[in-house]
C-alpha cells in the first residue's frame, strides 16, 4: 500500500491562499490516482480534486478556478494549491490514493493520510 503524509495546512484570511503537499512513498507512487478530500465539523466527507497518473484533473464545481492540483511523479508528490479561500473551505482535506482511475467516492480509495487542518477565517 502507499504511504502518504500531507502538509500545508494551516490559518488564513478569507481571499488568501495555502498550498497543500502529500508525499507518497517511492515504489507504490507510480501509476497511482491521487485525490484530496476534505470534510468540516458535523459534515460529510466531500470530494475536492483528483489527478491521474497522466496527470489528467478533475474537481469538484464548488473548488473550480480556485484550486488547482497538480503532481510531480518524480519527487512521488501530489500537491493542491488553493486560492481565493472562503470560509466554506475550512475542513481537514486529507489526500489518498487508488491504482490507476479517478473515482469521487472516498470508499474507492485504498491509501489514506492522516489529514490536515485549513482554516478560513472572515
Known amino acids: 500500500q502507499v504511504q502518504l503524509v500531507e502538509s500545508g495546512g494551516g490559518l488564513v484570511q478569507a481571499g488568501g491562499s495555502l498550498r497543500l503537499a502529500c508525499a507518497a512513498s517511492?515504489?507504490?507512487?507510480?501509476?497511482?490516482?491521487m485525490g484530496w478530500f476534505r470534510q468540516a465539523p458535523g459534515k460529510e466527507r466531500e470530494f475536492v480534486a483528483a489527478?491521474?497518473?497522466?496527470?489528467?484533473?478533475y474537481y469538484a464545481d464548488s473548488v473550480k478556478g480556485r484550486f488547482t492540483i497538480s503532481r510531480d511523479n518524480a519527487k512521488n508528490t501530489v500537491y493542491l494549491q488553493m486560492n481565493s479561500l472562503k470560509p466554506e473551505d475550512t475542513a481537514v482535506y486529507s489526500c489518498?490514493?487508488?491504482?490507476?482511475?479517478?473515482?469521487?467516492?472516498?470508499?474507492?480509495?485504498?491509501?489514506w493520510g492522516q489529514g490536515t487542518q485549513v482554516t478560513v477565517s472572515e
Open positions: 489527478i491521474t497518473w497522466t496527470k489528467s484533473t
Open positions: 489518498a490514493a487508488r491504482r490507476f482511475s479517478v473515482s469521487y467516492d472516498y470508499t474507492q480509495y485504498t491509501s
Open positions: 517511492e515504489r507504490t507512487f507510480e501509476n497511482y490516482a
